[in-house]
């Protein structure tokens, strides 16, 4: 049974560009949360999907935006990246509301 | 809006021996969950344990457990019979009922001792 995978697990962008993230939930799961980490900090989150649609969603600005695929599977995108994007994003997956989230092992991504 | 907060940036502990991590929170809701996550230098956050904020029993998981304080809004996360492989980061976080958000604090990165 695959867990949360995300890829790729390292990446390195200068400022201004674009990066899309993907993320796979573990099997049998419809909904995607994803969570930005900095350096020395706890996770913050980003926003989630459920049925191909953002259903909630955190204080980030709208550089940050997101899609689902009908396979459930999830990327983020980030535009015009900033030197303070620098962190490690987590994909978090979970089955239905409330339930709990499992966590992919992230991609880290540095902004020069 | 919640905050959690965790005092203790790093902690250390003998192996076999037993350590305490804080954690308080804030909120205005009286139903929500907590949870500890542990992670690892692989970087994935492992769920360690989880609290229903209206279950007054303490939950365990093994060599895991907690002090859940609702009045005074803590939650510290015990661990007893310390390992080597329990060196991680530890977060604790909040979630409110009927909200999908994971809230988490700062983290503290534990050591064990050999």
């Known amino acids: 049974d695959a867990g949360v995978t995300q890829s790729p697990t390292h990446l390195i962008k200068t400022r201004g560009q674009q990066v899309t993230l993907r993320c796979s939930p573990k099997?049998?799961?419809?909904?995607v949360s994803w969570y930005q980490q900095a350096l020395g900090q706890g996770p913050q989150f980003i926003f989630q999907?459920?049925?191909?649609?953002?259903?909630q969603r955190g204080n980030f600005p709208d550089r940050f935006s997101g899609h689902q695929f009908p396979n459930y599977s999830s990327e983020l995108n980030v535009n015009a990246l900033l030197l303070g994007d620098s962190a490690l994003y987590l994909c978090?997956?979970?089955?239905?509301?409330?339930?709990?989230?499992?966590f992919g092992p992230g991609t880290r991504l540095t902004v020069l | 809006a919640q905050t959690v907060t965790q005092s203790q940036p790093e902690m250390s502990v003998q192996e076999a021996e037993t350590v305490t991590l804080s954690c308080t929170y804030d909120?205005?809701?009286?139903?929500?969950?907590l949870f500890w996550y542990k992670q690892p230098p692989s970087r994935q956050m492992i769920l360690v344990i989880r609290?229903?904020?209206?279950?007054?029993q303490n939950a365990t998981e093994n060599r895991f457990s907690v002090n859940f304080q609702k009045a005074a809004k803590s939650f510290s996360l015990k661990i007893s019979d310390s390992q080597l492989g329990d060196a991680a980061m530890y977060f604790c976080?909040?979630?409110?009922?009927?909200?999908?958000?994971?809230?988490f604090g700062t983290g503290t990165r534990l050591t064990i001792i050999p």
């Open positions: 978090a997956s979970t089955l239905g509301s409330y339930n709990e989230q499992f």
């Open positions: 609290q229903e904020a209206y279950k007054q």
């Open positions: 999907y459920y049925e191909e649609e953002e259903r």
């Open positions: 976080a909040y979630r409110g009922f009927g909200n999908e958000k994971l809230t």
């Open positions: 099997s049998g799961h419809d909904t």
């Open positions: 909120t205005s809701e009286s139903d929500y969950y």
